[in-house]
């Protein structure tokens, strides 16, 4: 059986984060640890919003995520069990980088749920 991804990252189409991926992916979507999903954008470019999913936390940028990675592990960790995939929101983002996912594939090992990933808007 093929493993499953441990990160589900959702981003704008065409945004620059899209561009940045489909040029040059970092390591872990490289290998399948991360999957890379384009989503529909408003008229404003902003990605529409998710039919499901539990937000555990919100941050202004990717940076942030490497910043603040024990926060991204105890959001994680607290959810609890459920069927609802766990959810952190990025403001914006121009890139995203192995430094800034690392946090978020080191929480998502340690919970049965689904987690995403979701960038709204180009920064």
């Known amino acids: 059986m093929a493993n499953q991804p441990r990160l589900i990252i959702q981003l704008p189409r065409g945004g620059a984060v899209d ?7 970092p390591r872990s979507i490289a290998s399948g640890e991360v999957v890379v999903e384009v989503g529909p954008t408003d008229a404003e470019g902003n990605l529409e919003p998710a039919a499901a999913g539990q937000v555990v936390l ?6 942030a995520l490497a910043r603040q990675a024990g926060e991204v592990r105890r959001v994680i960790a607290r959810a609890g069990k459920g069927v609802e995939p766990l959810v952190v929101l990025v403001e914006a983002a121009e890139e995203l980088r192995e430094d800034e996912l690392a946090p978020m594939l080191e929480a998502a090992g340690h919970t049965s749920r689904a987690v995403i990933l979701r960038i709204i808007r180009d920064g």
């Open 19 to 25: 561009r940045q991926l489909s040029a040059q992916a």
């Open 58 to 63: 919100s941050v202004p940028s990717p940076e």
